[in-house]
């Protein structure tokens, strides 16, 4: 069972839930506060429980081998701030089958949706998952509708969220993160766009904790299967103690109030 997709995605998602913690910002722009030193924030994020870390293949090879964690997901996207008109477009460095023999147990590829360059990194998506499906590895997209050609019909209170997710579904992905869109509400339109697990992204560093527990409290409440969230944890002074908090509302349905108790 261990070596099947369904093997694969139980130990990343055991119980269908999971706290993953994003590190593949160092390839866009560097230096990025809290991933100089990459074995700190991995060591930090392991003792707190994460189910998963996602990464560049260069550091999926360095730490796989480090350490033999099993929770590793390789990060096949990537373009970096000095690309100009196409820093937006993230394009394919790695195969899923090179992944795999770097140590990841799944993989992971972005599209942005409504950028100039968004029929490609479709396209790459698509090759991700068929490569993904000969090798049993499940695929998460990481889909933002952020991009200026991004058409949003008037009643869609997601901003273009659950169809994010919906494309992530059809795409051949088997979990989708995508932007926390403000409420319950729309949110569980956004779950309710495809049968595969939701994770939320952290967004930028900064701002309280606490609210972050509590969004992510407000997330699971409607069917979220948990977080993808990189700088909110290794940017800050305890990163591991935070992995323990998300992991007290996501896994335990602990209130984020008794949570926040865990942050030191």
Not at 34 to 51: F, K, N
Not at 150 to 175: K, S
Not at 240 to 256: D, N, Q
Request: net charge negative.
């Amino acid at each position: 069972m261990a070596d099947t997709l369904l093997g694969r995605l139980g130990r990343i998602l055991p119980d269908g839930k999971g706290v993953w913690i994003p590190m593949d910002h160092g390839a866009s722009s560097f230096p990025i506060n809290g991933l100089v030193d990459t074995d700190a924030a991995v060591d930090a994020a392991i003792s707190g429980g994460a189910d998963a870390i996602v990464m560049q293949k260069g550091l999926v090879s360095h730490h796989s081998s480090r350490n033999g964690w099993d929770g590793y997901v390789c990060h096949v996207s990537v373009s970096t701030v000095h690309g100009g008109s196409r820093s937006q477009d993230k394009v394919s460095v790695a195969s899923a089958e090179e992944c795999q023999s770097r140590g990841a147990v799944a993989v992971s590829a972005q599209v942005n949706m409504g950028g100039d360059s968004e029929s490609d990194m479709i396209e790459r998506m698509g090759q991700l998952t068929s490569q993904a499906l000969d090798a049993e590895m499940p695929v998460l997209g990481m889909i933002y509708p952020r991009g200026p050609n991004l058409v949003v019909d008037e009643d869609d209170t997601t901003g273009g969220v659950a169809h994010a997710v919906r494309l992530a579904w059809e795409l051949g992905c088997h979990v989708a993160k995508v932007p926390w869109t403000g409420s319950a509400d729309s949110f569980s339109r956004v779950v309710e766009a495809a049968p595969i697990p939701v994770l939320i992204a952290g967004g930028p560093m900064g701002g309280d904790f606490e609210g972050i527990l509590s969004t992510v409290e407000e997330a699971m409440s409607v069917g979220c299967a948990g977080v993808c969230m990189g700088r909110q944890v290794f940017g800050s002074e305890d990163p591991e103690s935070r992995v323990k908090a998300l992991r007290a509302v996501v896994h335990e349905g602990i209130p984020a109030s008794e949570a926040s108790l865990l942050l030191r």
